[in-house]
């Protein structure tokens, strides 16, 4: 009995150990690779249920046929204890091929018969279902190693392939909270990148267990699958298919039924992610380069809503430029929500504990930086006097005339700019954004404690050198 105990406790040795590591890694891998690649696929066969149908099915067939031809397979790559290090690489080898094969193979499947309901189930198969082979044999393969001197009986044995098996599926259901973020934003988070290091990663995992010819030959493999990866770029790398990706799957939010049939004042992310779809497509060429028409013609399109100000900043983060996230967001992140009848939007702010206002700083053009400071709460409201003018009132306002002066009566608005311009902690009233064939020039009014309103071209931005 008190043998037995010793035994019990006993630390695995250090082979059972990596092969504990590569079952947990392999698990992973399988369910991930699946994921990634019926996402990325979407642009080719949709986002029905059915080709969600056809990933789950290749996850079974690699279950089945991996699991009956892992002792097999470990044989054939030399038994243990490098067996799975090598299945391991070799699995991630192919997970880069067919990545980057990926349009390839479904142009080729798809150009013959589009409809064909094998359609789908030929292209998932031919990109996943042998990595996935390889992957789940990685367990079979493994249940035998163990040290040179130890004795293995058959319960002991059985143990250890459930044990491993087991470490297996736990991979698997961790890899689905490792995928939350991918699955959910496509197009920012890079598909075909996650797939590529995917692979990449298991190459490394799988040469760690392996002597130095099969290490070198392992890395020589992963440096050139990395030169034809970024130096013959797939279908898949380019800008319009990451588009097409974020348009075949609904990423954000509630169901569309759910977005057409809620209240007014409610918005989904999906319904707000469309909205903003159409403001775009509003905009022609260079036009949707330019973070002030972007964000007048966001405040245009988007109608009732009632929007959180994480929501809105994690939709601009993937719907603006690169070059007008620094202009937009820095603002944005001041905003705790915004509520919208159509036609004001109240905004609510972020409030400092030190002061209650909320404070920020937009790059200038010469290089510095100029400050703004919101001290409560505020409206805009947008009109239109003509086609190409838009006018963004910040509000409330209440200023009346007195000669060649405007007093106000009370606050005219909570937004104070600190150096902007000629003003000095003067009140913004008013942007004014004018979208000519060939210039956009936005304009500021604005009116310090007393004095004229006083109106200011801020910038003359030239279409033709906006890139």
Not at 146 to 171: F, Q
Not at 212 to 220: E, K, M, Q, V
Not at 310 to 327: R, V
Not at 437 to 458: C, E, F, H
Request: contains cysteine.
């Amino acid at each position: 009995m008190g043998s037995k105990k010793v035994e019990a406790i006993q630390p695995a040795p250090p082979a059972a150990r990596g092969a504990h590591v590569l079952c947990i890694a392999a698990g992973a891998a399988l369910v991930l690779d699946h994921l990634l690649t019926g996402v990325l696929l979407t642009p080719f066969l949709g986002a029905e249920a059915f080709v969600w149908a056809n990933v789950l099915g290749s996850v079974l067939v690699a279950l089945g046929v991996g699991t009956a031809a892992g002792e097999v397979l470990g044989k054939a790559a030399g038994g243990p204890p490098r067996a799975g290090f090598r299945l391991v690489a070799l699995a991630g080898i192919l997970i880069v091929l067919a990545t980057w094969a990926l349009p390839v193979v479904a142009r080729a499947v798809l150009d013959r018969d589009p409809d064909s309901p094998w359609a789908p189930s030929l292209v998932i198969a031919t990109l996943t279902i042998l990595p996935g082979i390889l992957l789940v044999a990685v367990v079979p393969a493994m249940v035998e190693t163990a040290t040179p001197d130890e004795k293995i009986a058959t319960a002991i044995l059985v143990r250890r392939a459930l044990r491993r098996l087991s470490l297996a599926m736990l991979g698997g259901t961790a890899s689905l909270a490792l995928a939350a973020w991918p699955l959910r934003h496509a197009e920012e988070a890079r598909i075909h990148l996650q797939l590529y290091g995917l692979g990449a990663l298991l190459v490394v995992l799988g040469a760690v267990g392996m002597g130095g010819p099969g290490r070198a030959l392992s890395f020589t493999l992963l440096a050139a699958l990395a030169g034809v990866v970024f130096g013959k770029k797939s279908e898949i790398q380019d800008e319009r298919y990451q588009a097409a990706l974020s348009e075949a799957f609904v990423l954000h939010g509630a169901g569309r039924y759910y977005a057409e049939t809620c209240p007014d004042h409610v918005i989904t992310g999906t319904e707000l992610q469309r909205k903003l779809d159409e403001a775009r497509k509003r905009l022609k060429g260079n036009d949707r380069k330019i973070a002030v028409l972007l964000v007048v013609e966001t405040l245009r399109t988007l109608g009732p809503l009632n929007l959180s100000g994480t929501g809105l900043k994690g939709l601009l983060q993937i719907y603006l430029p690169e070059a007008s996230k620094p202009l937009i967001l820095p603002f944005i992140e001041q905003i705790a929500s915004v509520q919208s009848d159509g036609k004001k939007m109240h905004l609510k702010i972020l409030r400092s504990p030190e002061d209650g206002h909320a404070h920020f700083k937009l790059p200038a053009k010469d290089g510095t930086e100029q400050e703004y400071e919101i001290e409560d709460d505020f409206d805009l409201t947008v009109l239109e006097p003509n086609e190409r003018t838009t006018k963004i009132e910040i509000g409330p306002q209440n200023v009346s005339r007195a000669g060649l002066f405007e007093f106000n009566d009370t606050i005219k608005t909570p937004f104070r700019c600190k150096n902007v311009a000629l003003w000095v902690d003067a009140c913004l009233l008013a942007l004014t954004v004018e979208n000519g064939p060939d210039t956009v020039i936005l304009s500021a009014s604005a009116q310090a404690s007393v004095g004229k309103v006083q109106t200011r071209v801020l910038q003359t931005i030239d279409k033709a050198t906006v890139k």
